[in-house]
Every structure is written in C-alpha cells, then in structure tokens.
C-alpha cells in the first residue's frame, strides 16, 4: 500500500491508468515464476474498477439470443456508463478470461425460469446459487452457477457478480427475438445501468 500515494503524487494517475501499470508488472511478475511485489489481484481490481456486461446467448434460437442484443443495444448508447460489452455466445470456460479482469461483472442471459414471457430479474450472486442450484438455467455448455465456482477455486471471481435474465417464449431455431422479449428490452437495459450505478455508489456486494 506505500505505494499508492506516489501514485496520486504524480499528475494524480487516474486508478485505472494505474491498474493497468499494476497488471503489467504482475503479468511480468508471473512469467518469470515470481508472485512479486504487486501480486494481489483484489488491489488490481479495486484500482482499475473494471465494470463488465456479458450478453450470453445463441443468435440462431430465438429468444436466446436476447443477451446479444441487449449488449449491442448498450454498446451503441450515447451513455455507455464506462462499462466494457462483450457478446459472449454460450457460456463456456473461455468466459473466465472476463472473470477475471473485472471488478463488476453483469451477465445477461434468455432462461426457462417458469415466468410470464418477457419477465425480467436481477438476481445477485447468492441468489444465483440459491435460485438455480446445479439445475440448467439456459442450453448453454456451462452452467452459470458453475462458472461462478470455478471462477471462485480459481481465485479470478469479481468482487461483485449479477445476472440480469429474461424469461424465454421460444427458442426455436432460426427465429428471431419473439415479441414479449423484444419489448423486455429496455426494462433489461434499465436494470444493467442501475446495477453499474449502484456498483459505482460503493453499495454493490463487493
């Protein structure tokens, strides 16, 4: 920790300029088989106040392919609330590597959760586990619940995890979104950038 004030001395570094000279070190650090001096990853990330939102889904099936369009809609906003979007695909252990970098981590994802058609949740991540337990969420090659526990034994969980999920009409290939869940859209982007803003207020579950 000494030497986070040198930081602030010199031109007042924004956190996440010095995040990134952090990791730099760090990923040097490990290549030549040394943990070294700025090792821990919770610091990294709390200087660099990463904020994530990964779309999961498949374009070809319907209403799976909600995520995707919600990240898309998000990236293309005028106000992208300083997140990073990423179209994930299915959920697969290559997702880990955005586990990983984040400090703030939002998944958006089409499920079968027993709901009306175009009902939205957010759910956080104990309430992942609790909802779903190892039951599938979405026909996808992963669980999330347990990618969330790999991500944890692996040490690379962000600090603060949400879901934001839209109950699925159809998934039937070749479709496009059906009309409840297009028009559950915006309720979704809502909760994605209220979620960003709580993070960002200090009141998430980091």
Known sequence: MLFLPAFNAVGE????RAGRVILTLC???????SRGLF???????WLMEK???IGVGNEMRGDDAFGLRLVRRM??????YGAEYIEGGTVGLDLLRYFEKAACLILVDAMDLGLEGGTVLLLGEEE????????????HDVKLPELVRIAARMGVKPLHIALVAVQV?????GAGLSPQVEAALPAAEELVRGEIE?????KGNA
């Open 27 to 33: 990923e040097s650090a490990r290549h030549r088989g």
């Open 128 to 139: 992942i586990a609790s909802t779903f337990g190892d039951h599938p969420l979405s026909p």
């Open 198 to 202: 709580r993070y960002r207020s200090g």
């Open 39 to 45: 090792s821990p990853r919770w610091l990294i990330i």
């Open 51 to 53: 904020v994530i939102v």
């Open 75 to 80: 990236k293309g906003a005028s106000e992208a």
């Open 169 to 173: 009409v159809q998934t039937t290939r």
């Open 13 to 16: 570094l924004p956190r996440y």
